[in-house]
């Protein structure tokens, strides 16, 4: 079973130039959502570079796919960690949401993945529906695919923000959780601007350009399912890089399989842009 919908994704809408210069401005560091009381980091402006598959016009060839510079004239601020179990819980007394797993009756929900849970660690069996409920609450969005990629990698070059080997210090996975679920937040090492748990934990959700169903899905999980599990018992590093490889994706609005709409590793974390104070 593969929980990841990169093949889903369609290219976000980052602006594509040469890369240059941009001087950082003057924002606050960190910001504090008194709505659900998350902690956001800035992450500055600045470029990296990207897979970006050309227009989809006639003649154009799909797998065609050319590096370029992705530039982000603005920075913006990013949730340290994902969106936990009880900040979603401080949603749903607010608000009574039903999520779309429960109001499915389906058998797990973020209630009751399937695994214990605590405050502090990621909510899960949430749909992309449902993150961008809760975003809207909170008075903030979810991140694009690029938007997310550039936070992941906080200017490395590397495979991962902190090298080019799997590193324990750094991530939940299978060979570290034994599949048994979700870990408590920030408790690895974050990337150079700050950020906890990138890559593992849960799966995280991303905004893709302004469709309302497309979605991809970025950073790899705590994963329990059993494929992924190599002869020594750990979880392949190729599924790792694949989820935060610096490739964007379109959106296939007929994909040959439908998507799931929810999972016990789907979480997401959001972002609060620069531009959106001004509004």
Known sequence: ????????????????????????????????????????????????????????????????????EVTFLEGFWVGRTEVTLGQFARFVKETGYLTDAERAGNRFTWKSPGFPQEADHPVVYVSYADARRYAEWAGVDLPTEAEWLYACRAGSATKFYWGDLVDDHYLWYRCNTEGTGTRPVARKRPNAWGLYDMVGNAWEYCKIGDSDVGFALRGASWTRCPQYRTRQGTMTANLLEEAVAPRLQRWDPNPKYAPYPWDDDRGFRCIKRASSERK
């Open 1 to 68: 079973m593969r929980r990841m919908s990169l093949a889903l994704a369609c290219l976000a809408a980052p602006i594509l130039l040469p890369a240059c210069a941009v001087s950082p401005g003057s924002h606050a560091a960190k910001w504090h959502n008194p709505r659900d009381g998350m902690t956001f980091v800035w992450v500055p402006p600045g470029s990296f570079t990207a897979q970006v598959p050309p227009e989809p016009t006639s003649g154009s060839d799909p797998d065609k796919i050319a590096p370029q």
